[in-house]
């Protein structure tokens, strides 16, 4: 069973920066994917972000050149750092960790609330 805990939503006024924290109860190494995604209320959960367990990393075009995902391997800990915030950026995100399989497991956080003022 892998847990996950998202910290470091927030307010923030546009053009500024958050950085939101992922602390994984198990090494990095029994993981595959790493992801985040985001959700508003009376949409689909929307993904923002993932790094592979070989490092790679891949963004979705809203946030591409504005947000990195990085990890922490001696901390289990997965970061997003997001600049150039935007009251579109608003939204609860959550933390994912897939671990592939003949039926991959999912994993997620409880999420955390980003809300960036205009």
């Known amino acids: 069973q892998v847990q996950l805990v998202e910290s470091g939503g927030g307010l923030v006024q546009a053009g500024g920066s958050l950085r939101l924290s992922c602390a994984v109860s198990?090494?990095?190494?029994?993981?595959?994917?790493m992801g985040w995604y985001r959700q508003v209320p009376g949409k689909g959960r929307e993904w923002v972000a993932s790094?592979?367990?070989?490092?790679?990393?891949d963004y979705a075009d809203s946030v591409k050149g504005r947000f990195a995902i990085s990890r922490d391997n001696a901390g289990n800990t997965v970061y997003l750092q997001m600049n150039s915030l935007k009251p579109e950026d608003t939204a609860v995100y959550y933390c994912?960790?897939?671990?592939?399989?003949?039926?991959?497991?999912?994993?997620w956080g409880q999420g955390t609330q980003v809300t960036v003022s205009s």
């Open positions: 198990v090494s990095f190494a029994s993981i595959n994917r």
């Open positions: 994912n960790a897939v671990i592939y399989g003949y039926v991959p497991d999912t994993y």
């Open positions: 790094i592979t367990s070989g490092g790679s990393t």
